[in-house]
């Protein structure tokens, strides 16, 4: 997605934000430096990657159930 694309969807999200204190964050985001901006970002993705790649689904249960049944 080019430039243009990416700042129109960002302002779609930012728009539909009601939460003022959510607004407020996110002022005091964009006013620091693009450097603390791109830092607190990638900590953030960094996250969310850590918990995507940490759900797993248990299957004990299951092989439980299905060791019970043989």
Not at 13 to 26: A, N, Y
Not at 34 to 59: H, I, M, R, S
């Amino acid at each position: 997605m080019n430039t243009a694309g990416l700042k129109i969807k960002i302002l779609e999200r930012i728009i539909e934000i009601d939460d003022v204190e959510l607004l407020k964050s996110i002022e005091y985001l964009l006013n620091t430096s693009d450097k603390n901006v791109l830092k607190f970002l990638n900590v953030a993705f960094e996250q969310k990657q850590q918990e995507n790649t940490n759900e797993t689904e248990d299957f004990t249960a299951y092989i439980k159930e299905w060791v019970k049944n043989m």
